[in-house]
């Protein structure tokens, strides 16, 4: 950060938020009376990518907000599901599959100037900032810790044939390969050394000579 203007004011206060931006809510209307509670529905288009390498709620793709906004005495309390379409990639068949995600978000937004915002540092506590509330890094958050690390298109997929890579799901159940048995791979090794003893066919000449 460049240079302090005193430890009165915190740098980040002076980029003011649009509270009709993205994931945004401004509480002024909630009022600061403990107890006071505000429903809060909004549909949002994400402006980014959000969740993990192999699956993740796609760029421009809806956010449902389903919440409810509580005046506490240290700040609000946010509490209510986040619901969203995902796409990911299977980690067993490769394939790239759909999905819903649906969280529960449970996040106190400390007052500026509250003891909870005295004691406590950014990253453990979040603030209101010009009454508003940010979402957006509560939701990342949430949504990384939400999502599989190994995403897979059905928890029965069969994944991919270990022989030839096929994806078994196309190749159906019967798909299989003919393991040689080591004893008579060593048979049929004797065979070919021994043309006359193998059966009708092995080393037959040919009639026309
Ligand atoms: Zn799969
Ligand atoms: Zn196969």
Redesign the pocket.
Known sequence: MSAGSGSASRPRAAARRNPDAFFVLDTRSLGRRPGTMQEFHRTVTTKDRIGLDLIAIPKGSDVELDLRLQAVSEGVLITGTVAASTEGE?T??L?PFTGEVELDLTELFAYPDSATEQTTEDDEVHRLVDDTIDLEPVIIDAIGLELPLQP???PD?A?LCAECGVRMAIAGSDHGHEILDPRWAGLAKFATESPGTGGPDAGAADPDH
């Open positions: 299977c067993r068949c394939e897979l298109c059905s997929c994944g």
